[in-house]
């Protein structure tokens, strides 16, 4: 025992003298560093404004270096370790709390994103101010351009998926935007929005329950600046839908928009008086399946466009009553609720708003107008019907008796004497152009005007879409066919004789100056007008050009993956801008120049003939063309 003792002595003797030089050879190789010896080292230009300049006024300022640059190495270190990085690992050690907080912002589904922010991508490098400092980089005046950092980066809007591409652009164009860029340290910026728990660390994505902008958790987040608008929303319908659970339950973003939030006082706002029926309210209200699932009624909306208010609205009138006028904007009560606005017994308070005076009886009556199914309008339902009828007895026996008088007048016009003007093989040609055209005008203009009314009869049905296409293409076919078969034409004897009598020449001009002295009544009489007079020659020439153009860019839509292929995407968007805007062109100069000299000018009456006959009355032959001829070759002299 004695002899243990005594070897345990001499073992603690030994380690004393050991360790003990050690100890003082590691405390004088690892003496603590402080920032001026990391200054003797790293003594440039960018280190003496990071001494000087950046951390002068920043909430770190008297830190070392080494409280945020974690080392523990030797000094000097190895040029390998010149680069390490700080990290997020530098601020842990004296902001715990906040990077507890920071697990979710900048995840993406499959883990971590090598793309994920850091501390000092939002609060800045050695610059960091407190965020009540102005030219803090998280103060709530600058915060939205700190965050457009990453989510104005289309690169990385892309590459995770992100499903809004410009939210800062948007929300700098807001009444919060706009409010933060006055200065408004009070208005909403991206951390009012976006932290969850109240700390701006937790960003959670909206599909996540615990995120401030999860679709149910939106009243809420707005309720922190509007109070008194989140208490009416609870109490309203909507409310109480959203907080039953419902996916589908309206919140505040499905009426005012999410990031570009604009007054409702500016005509484009959503909740605007203008458009809260068109674009809020009728979303939802005309969706089949929203209905059908919460068994609510459909046709509210579009009943209420049809009646007085909704017009005198669509109109621009701002006073009329609106949705939000009779209904509320946050505390939104079904009509069955004896608190609320359309409640019929307090129907009569609620329009006498606007119509003072007004009774209970009178308040009762269809709000909205009236549909084939309301109950409550059933004379005005069965009034609407017997007029469709009388409208379809009275104008369709007008119309039909003015037609066959038309139609008696045309066959008069042709069995007079007549002259002739074009060949049978002339008449094709005319044919086949006017018919292309129309089905043209008809098929192209039903693609973008979809939804007006010749549309629908013609393309409403099932494939109808497709078929438009089709039609489309054979009609430009049936064009080209017949200009080609004019082309053509031109080269023959007589081709070569109308492209002679087509040309302008200074007799148009005189004729024309003529004709606007008789419009003035300065000339009793028309000129005498040759083969073709000038309006003739204009269209003609007009409607060459139109035609190339059309045929040219119509087979650049028409086969544009070909060109494509061989020019920029430029030539195509040109080609539907001159396409589309040459149609307009063209058509209203063939109803408003073409179809008024051939069929509505007085002296034609009822229709100048030719282009079924190919022959004009003789009578309007004169009046037309009386300083030229008949053609001998169509009207021999034996001709009455």
Known sequence: MQQTLKHLITLCFLTFFIMVPTIGLADEEYEPIDSDQCVDCHETSAMETVIQNDLDGSIHEGIECLDCHLYNGTIPHTEEAENFVVGCEGCRSCHDDASAQYQSHGRSQKGDCKDMPTCSDCHGDHNVLASTMKNSTVNPTNLANTCGNCHENIDLVNRYDILIEHPVQMYNSSVHGKATGRGNMKAASCDDCHSSGGSSHHIYPPTNPESS??????????????????????????????????????????????????????????????????????????????????????????????????????????????????????????????????????????????????????????????????????????????????????????????????????RLSMRAPSVRRMRGIEVAQHTALLLSFFTLVISGF???????????????????????????????????????????????????????????????????????????????????????????????????WGNMVMIATGLVLWFDNYFMQLFSKDLLDISLVIHYWEAWLATLAILIWHIYNTIFRPSVAPMNTSWLTGSMPKQMFDHEHGGAEPDPELNPPDRD
Not at 313 to 331: F, P, Y
Not at 446 to 454: A, D, G, K, Y
Not at 491 to 504: A, S
Request: hydrophobic share 40%; proline share 4%.
């Open 446 to 544: 039903s693609l973008r005007f979809n939804e007006s009314w010749i549309a629908e009869l013609f393309f409403g049905w099932d494939g109808g879409f497709e078929l438009r296409g089709v039609i489309h293409r054979y009609a430009a076919v049936i064009m080209i066919i017949a200009s080609l078969w004019h082309f053509f034409f031109l080269f023959t004897k007589r081709g070569k004789g109308f492209v002679k009598d087509m040309i302008p020449g200074l007799r148009d001009i005189r004729e024309f100056w003529e004709m606007v002295l008789y419009f003035f009544d300065y000339r009793d009489h028309e000129p005498k007008f040759g083969r073709f007079a000038y309006a003739e020659k204009l269209e003609y020439w007009a409607g060459v």
């Open 213 to 410: 902008i999860y679709h149910l958790n939106i009243p809420k987040t707005c309720g922190k600046c509007h109070a008194e608008e989140e208490k009416d929303y609870w109490e309203g319908i909507h409310g109480k839908m959203a907080a039953r659970g419902m996916a589908n339950a309206p919140v505040c973003t499905d009426c005012h928009g999410e990031h570009g939030i604009i007054s409702p006082d500016n005509p484009l706002s959503p909740v605007s008086k203008l458009r809260v029926a068109s674009a809020t309210c009728q979303p939802c209200h005309e969706s089949t399946v929203l209905n059908e699932r919460l068994g609510t009624s459909r046709g509210n909306i579009s009943t209420y466009v049809d009646s007085y208010h909704g017009l005198k609205s669509k109109a621009g009138d701002l006073h009329v009553a609106n949705c939000q006028s009779c209904h509320g904007s946050h505390r939104i009560l079904p009509s069955s609720d004896s608190t609320s606005s359309v409640n019929p017994r307090n129907l009569s308070s609620t329009c006498g708003k606007c119509h003072p005076g007004m009774s209970d009886k009178l308040a009762a009556v269809s709000i909205h107008g009236f549909g084939n199914e309301d109950p409550r309008a059933p004379m005005a339902v069965l009034i609407e019907k017997i007029y469709i009828l009388l409208i379809a007895v009275v104008i369709g026996g007008m119309f039909l008796h003015t037609l066959l008088d038309y139609l008696k007048q045309v």
